[in-house]
């Protein structure tokens, strides 16, 4: 689908999960050398000889995959940077948990955790993705068709099947199915003929058709409204999903009124993603109705849906029903200043929000006011607020403050790629001065800021323990600011971020002259950041 709209926003992103099957070798050699070399730790606990330290380091891997890819699976969009972080986590505890056995035990235990996982597991998307033959199909898939298997979640991703292959899994699967409680068959029919890939959906949809699941990922699939309606039979007998992912699937108007037909109960639907579809105004009427009929959902996800002004009011309309909702996404849509005041409206009743990403809607003064002014007598425990990207000014700088402060559970703020300058800046780092000592992330690029602004948000954040990424790039910041700015993290210099993009000779829209790089601009600077010093938080003109 075309998405170059509104693609001048997004930074270039690399995904870091799943690692390779180089990076993952590596890393089982690195944990057999730590295994059996000389260390701190070995010379507390004992070492392993060469074979056993290999054969555990496999087992230690495998396991820390199959553990972080389940973290991953609960967020797939993401860059994986969580997944990794996991990964490595796991590793290293494993590791110290073996050396702390003897051989006998350690192996004992890994094989214990191993059959544990597998018990319940069965995943057949590492590696590369790739067709899979029916050969293959039967190899891979024997596992699922031992007797008194435990298996509730299957993931079939990041393997195309094919028609052969789809008949080899369609016994197994019906065979299963009053077991099973997740099932992920996101990107399972790439490259395969539009033709071949529906009848391959009608096969799994049939097979699992009377299935009680919990989970149903359907994810990137270019399913439209074809791909919707051939797994009809399936989605027809669910009455007891909770999660349902269909992102990245073509979901046009005509696909969102067949899924939003073809589903007969979601009435204990927690989880709902829509993301980057072409659902448009039309589809996003057929999409509220879904959510209408949702009362407990708690994570509803419709970001890069080319959503409107008149979609997003009925989806805004629509949430107010779900008072149970923890986290929002509806980045990269056009709802505009009327949308806008209408979500404000159902935010005023989610208290229990914790993450809220509007990005990129349009929203500009008058609907951020409004939002802001809803989330500040809301979401007490509100942890993520993204507002990059809606054209936001100094005029709403008071009010978005006022919000902040409020929020002392604050972890992560966005408010990138607007126009807030030193003014709206200096208010904003005001609010966030007295507790948020959790705060780990401020974004703060691209928004006009000189150095007053800069140098008063940096020695603010500085002072929070554990905070971990200042980004205030793409601005206008003096050398000299920027030299300040440093100077205030020079004892961790990781947590600020680049200043490859920063203009030091650069103008606002506002401001003629060349102040920034003379001695009267410099004075400007310090005294708008003296007179900011007077402002009391929450005060609005």
């Keep these: 689908m075309d998405t170059t709209s509104n693609s001048k926003h997004r930074p270039f992103s690399i995904k870091l999960w799943p690692p390779s099957e180089s990076t993952r070798l590596v890393l089982v050699q690195r944990l057999t050398n730590n295994l059996s070399s000389n260390s701190i730790f070995t010379q507390k606990y004992g070492a392993l000889n060469k074979e056993d330290a290999e054969e555990n380091a496999k087992k230690i891997e495998d396991i820390a995959f199959n553990v972080a890819n389940e973290q991953y699976d609960r ?29 006998e035990e350690k192996e004992k235990e890994l094989a214990s955790q191993n059959n544990a996982s597998a018990e319940t597991f069965f995943d057949i998307s590492k590696g590369q993705r790739a067709f899979i033959k029916a050969e ?21 991703s990041n393997r195309s099947f094919g028609l052969e292959a789809a008949r080899v899994a369609e016994p197994i699967l019906v065979s299963l199915k009053n077991q099973l409680k997740e099932v992920d068959l996101s990107d399972f029919i790439a490259g395969r003929p539009e033709t071949e890939a529906l009848e391959v959906m009608n096969i799994f949809s049939s097979a699992l058709e009377g299935s009680v699941l919990k989970s149903l990922n359907l994810s990137n699939n270019a399913l439209g409204e ?5 797994f009809g039979s399936l989605l027809k007998s669910q009455s007891c999903l909770e999660e349902l992912y269909l992102m990245n699937d073509g979901i046009s108007e005509e696909a969102a009124k067949a899924v939003c037909e073809l589903i007969p109960s979601t009435e204990k639907l927690k989880v709902l993603h829509f993301h980057n579809n072409m659902t448009g105004d039309e ?13 407990l959902l708690e994570d509803f996800r419709c970001s890069s849906t080319r959503v409107g002004s008149g979609g ?13 909702l923890k986290k929002l996404d509806l980045r990269d849509n056009m709802f505009g200043v009327e949308a806008g005041v209408a979500l404000s409206k159902a935010l005023s009743k989610h208290l229990d929000l914790v993450e809220v990403y509007l990005s990129y809607l349009n929203l500009e003064d008058e609907g951020t006011v409004a939002i802001a002014n809803a989330l500040k007598e809301s979401a007490p425990s509100l942890e993520v607020l993204e507002m990059a990207g809606n054209d936001i000014t100094t005029a709403a700088a008071p ?16 408010l990138a790629e607007n126009e807030l300058k030193d003014e709206g800046t200096i208010q904003i780092s005001k609010a ?27 020695q603010v954040v500085a002072q929070k323990p554990g905070f971990r990424l200042l980004n205030i790039n793409g601005n206008i910041i003096s050398d000299d600011g920027v030299d300040e700015v440093k100077e205030v993290f020079k004892k961790y210099p990781d947590v600020l971020g680049s200043f490859d993009e920063n203009d030091p000779e650069g103008d606002d829209d506002d401001d003629d002259d060349d102040g920034e790089n003379s001695g009267e601009g410099e004075a400007n600077e310090d005294e708008l950041e003296s007179k900011m010093k007077n402002l009391e938080v929450g005060q609005e003109e």
């Design 75 to 103: 967020e797939p969009d993401g860059d994986g940077g969580a997944a990794v972080q996991l990964y490595a986590k796991e590793c290293s505890k494993l590791l110290l948990e073996v050396l702390k056995r003897g051989p």
């Design 136 to 156: 293959e199909a039967e190899n891979l898939l024997r596992p699922l068709k031992e007797p008194g298997n435990s298996y509730t979640k299957i993931c079939f």
């Design 226 to 230: 074809k791909g919707v309606r051939a």
């Design 283 to 295: 589809g996003a009427l057929a999409i509220s109705d879904v959510v209408k009929r949702s009362p």
């Design 312 to 324: 997003g009011v009925a989806l805004a309309k629509a949430l107010e029903s779900c008072t149970n």
């Design 399 to 414: 009010t978005i403050a006022a919000c902040i402060a409020a929020k002392q559970h604050l972890t992560k703020l966005n």
């Design 432 to 458: 966030l001065e007295e507790g948020h000592t959790l705060l780990k992330e401020v974004d703060m690029s691209t928004n006009f800021i000189r150095r007053a602004g800069a140098r008063h948000l940096a």
